[in-house]
Nanobody, 115 residues
């Protein structure tokens, strides 16, 4: 059974930082492209960042220079370091594992940026 479990969300003030973690089980983690997506109320889920098995990264323009995605294959974990957070970053953040035509999602973790 595949499981992706996110953690690290919460309430933070504008300009603050958070680090999200996603632990995967039930897959050969190292060969999957891992990603973070987010969905704000009333909007579609959107890409935040991805990292391939070869550690090539890709970011949405809105988070470039502020967010960093990394992975630790020994811990089956992908991270999202979020700095200089803005109110518009408020959303539920979802972890994704993707290989060829198969994808898996976590349950999501809420990030709220507000003063």
């Amino acid at each position: 059974q595949v499981q992706l479990v996110e953690s690290g969300g919460g309430l933070v003030q504008p300009g603050g930082s958070l680090r999200l973690s996603c632990v995967a089980s039930g897959i050969t983690f190292s060969i999957y492209r891992m990603g973070w997506y987010r969905q704000a109320p009333g909007t579609q889920r959107e890409l935040v960042a991805t990292i391939t098995s070869g550690e090539i990264t890709n970011y949405a323009d809105s988070v470039k220079g502020r967010f960093t995605i990394t992975r630790d294959n020994a811990k089956n974990t992908v991270y999202l370091q979020m700095n200089s957070l803005k109110p518009e970053d408020t959303a539920v953040y979802y972890c994704n594992a993707w290989l060829r035509v198969t994808g898996y999602w976590g349950q999501g973790t809420q990030v709220t940026v507000s003063s």
